[in-house]
C-alpha cells in the first residue's frame, strides 16, 4: 500500500507548506481556491528525494516531464520498473515542480 503524504502550495503566499504546517482547513473542498493539495506518488528519484504531484522532473537524455499524477508518472517511466514492480530511477532526478519553477 502506497503511503499517504502531501504537500500543499498557497497560492496567494506563493509558498509550499509541509503537512505538519498545514492545518487551517478542516475540509480541503473549502480551500480549492486558496490552496493546491499535491500528493506522494509512492516512488523517489535517484537521491531518494519522494516524488509529488506537480514535481518536474529530468529523466534520461535531459527530457523533462511534470508529474499530473502516479498514472501520468507511470506511463512516461514505467519503463524503469522492474517486472516485480520494484523501482529503479536512477536517471530520474526532480529540478523543480510547477509552482516554484519559474521556466
Known amino acids: 500500500m502506497k503511503e499517504l503524504?502531501?504537500?500543499?502550495w498557497d497560492i496567494e503566499g506563493e509558498f509550499m507548506h509541509c503537512p505538519s504546517e498545514f492545518d487551517q482547513c478542516g475540509y480541503m473542498q473549502e480551500c480549492a481556491d486558496?490552496?493546491?493539495i499535491m500528493q506522494y506518488i509512492g516512488f523517489a528519484d535517484k537521491?531518494?528525494?519522494?516524488?509529488?504531484?506537480?514535481?518536474i522532473l529530468e529523466v534520461a537524455g535531459g527530457s523533462r516531464i511534470t508529474v499530473e499524477s502516479l498514472e501520468s508518472f507511470l506511463?512516461?517511466?514505467?519503463?524503469?520498473l522492474e517486472k516485480n514492480g520494484v523501482p529503479l530511477f536512477p536517471c530520474v532526478t526532480i529540478v523543480g515542480n510547477k509552482y516554484e519553477s519559474k521556466e
Open 75 to 80: 506511463i512516461y517511466c514505467g519503463q524503469y
Open 47 to 55: 537521491a531518494g528525494i519522494p516524488i509529488f504531484e506537480g514535481d
Open 34 to 36: 486558496t490552496y493546491v
Open 5 to 8: 503524504k502531501f504537500r500543499v
